[in-house]
């Protein structure tokens, strides 16, 4: 069965630290590997996805296969930063996902 | 804002009453799925519908089932209430059921029973 691990569920960094969300993930076919992020009182939107290979506001997320994850990086946190994070897994070319718990990222002053 | 739009915004039922939400997707969006967030997890698929037909289907119980309609918008409808059926429910769209395009979600529906 699909399924997406984020062992954090809250993050605290400083501005301008470096930022790391993990993501795991388990699936026998081939992943789409997305995240999705949620800023305070605003809807879920989409962040990035593997396969575009692009960064979004400064992140950027690789693929390993390898180790089955899907890292979310930042080499300058901002205090904009600060919102819930998603990892999601695409499965079977449509549009179900299955979502990790998600980490709150929390990036201080 | 022409986003995904859902209704009501919060909601509060009894167990064991019977419930209709209700979601329309972007405009020339036909897919649209549906996802139940409970607190502190994140979003469980429910259903995903293309052009008025089932397309996929989550581990919920029967008690859970939803159509579309010719204008692509949807309803989600939840039987015989739970306490544990309390979540915010998601309704997402997408221009095609498939392939590389992006999901767009609403706000949500929040449901508490009581």
């Known amino acids: 069965a699909q399924r997406v691990t984020q062992p954090e569920k809250l993050l605290s960094v400083f501005k301008g630290a470096p930022v790391e969300l993990k993501c795991n993930y388990s699936y026998s076919g081939s992943p789409e590997l997305f995240w999705y992020v949620q800023y305070s009182r605003q809807r879920l939107q989409l962040l990035l996805r593997?396969?575009s290979r692009e960064s979004i506001k400064g992140f950027t997320a690789d693929l390993n296969k390898g180790e089955t994850s899907f890292h979310l990086k930042k080499p300058f946190a901002q205090e904009e930063d600060s919102a819930m994070y998603y990892c999601a897994l695409r499965y079977n070319y449509g549009q179900n996902f299955v979502f990790g718990p998600g980490t709150r990222l929390s990036v201080l002053p | 804002d022409a986003g995904v739009t859902q209704s009501p915004t919060h909601l509060i039922k009894t167990r064991g009453q019977q419930v209709t939400l209700r979601c329309s997707p972007i405009?020339?969006?036909?897919?649209v799925s549906w996802y139940q967030q409970v607190l502190g997890q994140g979003p469980q698929f429910i259903f995903q519908?293309?052009?008025?037909?089932?397309?996929g289907r989550g581990n919920f119980p029967d008690r859970f089932s939803a159509r579309q309609f010719p204008n692509y918008s949807s309803e989600l409808n939840v039987n015989a209430l739970l306490l544990g059926d309390s979540a915010l429910y998601l309704c997402?769209?997408?221009?095609?059921?498939?392939?590389?395009?992006?999901?767009?979600f609403g706000q949500g529906t929040r449901l508490t029973v009581v």
């Open positions: 519908y293309y052009e008025k037909e089932e397309r």
């Open positions: 405009s020339g969006h036909k897919s």
């Open positions: 593997h396969i």
């Open positions: 997402a769209s997408s221009p095609t059921p498939t392939g590389n395009t992006e999901a767009f």
